[in-house]
């Protein structure tokens, strides 16, 4: 609307001025090298008009003419764009769907067509690892470091497959410098620090979390500082126990619900004196998490004290979380050792139903301890060997008797978790012993407890130790338990930097030698 009005008044500016010179007539001489000109001064306007179009038009084409070199280059440029454009579009769907031989003849045409651009270097590099040519995918890699604008994204595809191949070295060369050159990439700062956290450098990544913590959330910088200190006074408790104090107070203040750290925390606050505190410290994570080694530290809070002065402890410590089982472990365990089985019994009487290993195992002790029945005792530890499996720490399907600051597995941070590990068997465990068993069959599973159960046991007559030896397949009476097949296929994407197949029966890979090695021990 605007432009329309701007037309008409531009349009009757003219006609007043046209109109107004046309009232207004007048001769205009022009005498020149013997020429004479005589006319109007509205014929002259007109004529200098069109001298001044013809002007224009004639400066138009020869302009033209001069640039018609550089026209035809660039519309050769826009219709190859358009072509290298549609073929890196058609390849990066080629290589999403899997097609292998698409994907090559596209990123080959792309390299014809637009040799060198950012988005064909890394179309050739997805289609070689799509057809697992790892020499051109690193070369394409490569390239793309060796160009500002496409540093950091060859510097991950390197990382990538550095991984793949399992040069440690190498992967976090290039998770390095990716963190130095772009601090905001989130796969670097990862990968730094879990590279660190599996060589025990405990201060370095510290820093780095520092540094890189205005990216994180604040929760999760919290509860990722607080992991990393408390690994770094596991490691350090028996070299620089004032260190190694230091690091578990701040991690059990920024994560008051990690077990680790409050349990050490309160382990050394108890051997300053400060009793008060370290009860706190331990009774706080215990209402949020109740754990056996959390009941421990509590218990033993005062060096030298009765087994009764530990019960009345404990006792007050399970008021926080009534109902729990593992309550009702730790309530049960100071019992005993109190000597209070009628206690002890009540405690774990709404359990016996359906007990865990551990219930039965103690049950098993409780028998022993109170009334000297070996028969009760044998009979729990044969329910022990079918019982429920007991919450254990658990990262990425490793099981570790104590907590880890890594996974051994993947390398992630704070993967452990205090939970039942999965057994990959279907259906519910057997908990109770089957009627159809015979009294010999008892005894051959009570053989292949462990060493420590075993004891309690009585020795095995003859025939009892010859089918104790013979695999569970060939004995009398019983079946082969059929094997599970894999409910999920194991698949990589292109880019994915995870683990290569595991054959079956092969263990997990073991962590890399570091200084958290003595966490391990």
Known sequence: MIRVVYFLIVVGVLSLAVAWIADRPGDVLITWQGLRIETSVLVLGAAILVVVALLLLLWSLLRAVWRSPGLFANLRRHRRGARAYAAISNGLVAVGSGDIAAARRLAAEVNRIAPGEPLALLLTAQAAQLSGDRETADRSFRSMASRPDTKTLGLHGLYVEARRRDDHTSARAYAEEAARTSPALSWAGRAVLEFRCATGDWAGALALLERGKDALEKAVYRRQRAVLLTAQALATEETNRDVSKASALEAAKLAPTLVPAAALAGRMLAEGGDLRKASRVVAKAWRANPHPELAQVYAELRFGDAARDRLNRIEALVKKTPGHVESALAHARAALDAREFARARAVLAPYLAAPTKRIALLMAELERADSNDEGRAREWLARALHAAADPQWTADGYVSDRWLPISPVTGRLDAFEWRVPLTGVIGVPVIEPEPAETEGETKIEQAELPPAQRELAPPLSAREERLSATPPARR??????????????????????????????????????????????
Do not use: F, M, S
Not at 490 to 516: F, K, R, T, Y
């Open 476 to 521: 009398p009476g019983r079946r082969a338990t059929p094997k599970a097949e894999p409910v999920i296929p194991l698949v990589h994407a292109p880019d994915d930097p995870g683990p290569d197949d595991i054959e079956e029966g092969e263990p997990a890979p073991a962590p890399q030698n570091g200084g958290w090695r003595k966490i391990l021990e």
